[in-house]
């Protein structure tokens, strides 16, 4: 067991691509459902819409930078789509409406049907050549020094990305702290009285799920401009799960929650995920009978176990106040 | 997704021999096995292609691979001859087949006579299409009583549901098939398990739901803990049953017979007559019992029965109890029509909540209409548009549902917020 | 007991009368739950620049009457105006933008706002509560200006002290007033009260009839919910009473409460018969 090496992948995970991908989509949600208190569970639709928005727009002959925006549109657009049927009923139907459309939407590139527009199963490659020619660092090469090692171009799409989520950091403080954010988070208290006091409530929650859907949309298109690749299996339902537990684990209605929560989930997943794998090659659990396969799925059992729990004994987070907890008596 | 994008290099290939992986196509029909040839295989480790073979003459087909590791195994359709379908068109794929050290892994795809081809015109396709959309609506049925009356009675709209139906199906399977179990005949291997996910509501109510509510816990959160048990479950079963699908040895795969001039398989009937008859049931166990009076008069407005001096609590437990067995059977009978897999229950989800919200969230009745409806209509709709899309129809439906009448059409407005 | 020559002395005390100068016309609202009929009322004016009280048995519907006028229940069927301007149909939120704010029996504080940002929100005038706005637009200047004038609404109502505590942290009472200094942040034309007094300590009682007074002086029209007779006769110009949905009566405090029909209402027996 070389701890080192354990330790080491749980830290670069978290820094790295995925690390900064996930904050930015956490934000996303944050804005959604820790501010706003909409449930939205397929919160992975919107990341799909936004990479395989940007690839198929490079696809049909636009620029990468284009398709950056058409992808981000995309999200902000699946937003508009899924919240005007839903969005003045109660709560559950906005989650009915979101858990079934990440499935359709990836169903659907699946298709042979949607093979010409979004390349089936094999999805669509190759795409993201504008950035990677931007990069300052040399792609092959090593930076860093002892174990902390980033090759150049992950280093590259890493930097990137973080600067992406310093930038929503402050995009997102800027607007809680506004009057907007107010509203906002007195719809989450208390709809009806808002509504006395003359404000489009239905509206107000309209564009907290768009903006939301753009943030998790500029996720997803990071992560597939890191890969060059849009597949389907990417996008499982299981994302829109990590995200909720980066949420609330960082402090669901907080401006930073999401960017901890990120750092603390891809550590621990990813230490946990080569623990495993390490421990299960060494022979530890011959016992249960596991085998590889089933090892790594342990994680995910203790993904889902851990959600609960943490909803139903520490919905605030690590670090939010019981004061400020997000779960009140909604 | 999350794996590939760890910045660890991939360790080098193992250089050692062996590694394989292989299969049989064989084309089942009734008693009749006949080897499939010329059909492509494809193998891909981590999105990227590795190799492809051909079926020869004996239906055999092997892939070397370059090691130990998670490959994915994908039947290439369209390479299928006529008369060839897979039983199951959605499995052409084994996403995650682990082949260790040395291992000649097994991969397993049913082929099957298909009905695909029909019988020839436009009428006789849409009856056996409304057929099979009646079997599906039997089958959604079963699990969407059970989501509707929770939801009637406590307010919960419980996402974990899929998974009592999956466990349904995967308990049964242990009951007919695993090398651990007794080897039942399905029928009899059912029983116990609708009784133990009965079992498993049960435990839910008492164990989870009750407590939370005790602790005042808000209803946001408690649908956050649903979808995190439905998580841990679908994972659990996972671990447990494998990722691979599997068929029942009974009625896995039935020659088409001709009834009032349409073809069907005997199972489609079986299933529909044998819901119906469920059905009937749970409709006289609403009407006619005590118990079931009483579900609906707390489903109708909590307050008012417990002025009535309703034990709500028990109720509650009930409907816990008898909605998880539903959804056990809907397992089971979905198993038997299709395959048993470990997210077959989160995968029917989105018929359930179709049904549910077209027919009114919080009443049986609406559930047992609704469920009815979608699957006529996803199934009939496949006449018309790609079979690999017709589950976006049913999310059609539900979207115009909201926008149209959002409390279904047997469901009252002050549910609906 | 309202002193000064009211422009309702010469109105008739007859259910559904005219008024000199209504603010809002009910020509009729019908409201049913299941089998139900919880609001069925004919016409109905309400005088500007008064204070009206709606009273009536438990289960009358007035606050049901109150979220149909509101925008907060579709009505069945119905027709009523605004000075003038039709009100049915209309979603609360822009019901309230014509100068109409209701506030609720069960109080609606949100709990976790500051006191400050509560009356804060109510303002009508504040860019920065649009998305571009809040992120382009100077909106402090406004925000200035406002958390001004709150913080003379929250040192009237007492609740200066509590500034920047969290709403959640109040008393019964002091929500009551939190909401009222909120409702009139709004400056609405119409307010109406569900329950004003309700929980809240006689001391407090007092100043709130004070701060609804005030509100009339102003130019303003309320109509509140109440049970307390005493404060009705108190301060109403005018009364109304509903009954099982319909309206019985109204008329100046003095006439109601001689009122047979009122009397039967409120002790759910049928005039003349022997108890």
Redesign the interface.
Known sequence: MDWGDILF?GV??AL???GAAYALSAMGLNLQFGYT?L?N?GHVAFMMAGAYGTAITVDAGGSLWLGVIVGIASGALLGMLLG???L??????L???T???G??MR??A?????EPLTGG?F?IQAFAGEFFDLNPFAPGARYGWGEFV??GR?LFVSLVGWALVGLGVI?TW??IR??????V??V???E??????????FFYKL?ALM?GGAFGALAGLL?AI??Q?V?P???????T??L?VVV?VGGAGTVIGPVIGSLIFQFL??FF?SFMGSAQEQGWFDWAG?????A???K??L??????AL??FR?QGIFGSK??M????? | MIATLALIAFPAASQAEGETIKGTLEKIDGDVREPVAGVTITVELDGEFIASAESNDEGDWEIPVPGAGTYLVRLEVDTLPDGVALTDPDRFELPALSVRENQNKTARFNLGAGLSGGTGSTFNRLVELLVIGLKLGAIIAMASIGLSLIFGVTGLVNFAHGEMVTMGAVIAYFFHLSPLGPGWPLLVAAVPAILLVAVFGWVNEAGLWRPLRRRRVGLIAMLVISIGLSFAVRNVINIMFGGEPKTYGDFAVQQPVEVLGIQTVPKNMFIIVFTVIVLVGVGLFLQRTKMGTAMRAVADNRDLAESSGIDVERVILVTWVVGAGLAGLGGVLQGASETVQWDMGFKLLLLIFAAVVLGGLGTAYGAMVGAFIVGVTVEMSTFWIDANVKNAVALGVLVIMLLVRPQGLLGTRERIG | MATRESPLASVAPEPGVAKPDPILVVEHIRRAFGGLQAVDVGRLEIQRNTITSLIGPNGAGKTTLFNLLTGFDRADDGIWHLNGGPLVGIPAYRVARKGVVRTFQLTRSLARLTVVENVLLAATNQHGESLLGGLFSPWRRTEKANAEKAEELLDRFGLMHMRDEFAGSLSGGQRKLLELARAMMVRPELIMLDEPMAGVNPALTQTLLHHITALRDSGKTVIFIEHDMDVVQEISDWVIVLAQGRLIAEGPPSHIAANDDVIDAYLGRHHGEVP
Do not use: C, H
């Open positions: 992948d670069l995970a790295g691509p995925a208190g449930l569970f005007i049927p839903t003045r009923l109660r709560a559950d139907y989650a009915i409406v858990i079934s459309i499935e359709i169903l659907f699946r298709s042979g049907f949607a199963v999805g980033f090759q992950a995009v800027k607007l506004s009057p907007w954010g107010r509203v988070r007195a989450r208290e208390d009806d009285a808002v509504r006395s006091l003359g404000k489009n409530v564009q903006l992560l890191e890969q690749n597949t299996n990417s996008f499982e339902p299981r994302v799960f990590f909720y609330i997943f990813f995920d596991f085998d590889a396969t089933d790594a799925q342990v995910l059992v993904v889902g176990a851990g959600l609960m909803m139903a919905p004061e400020e997000l779960v009140g008596d909604t």
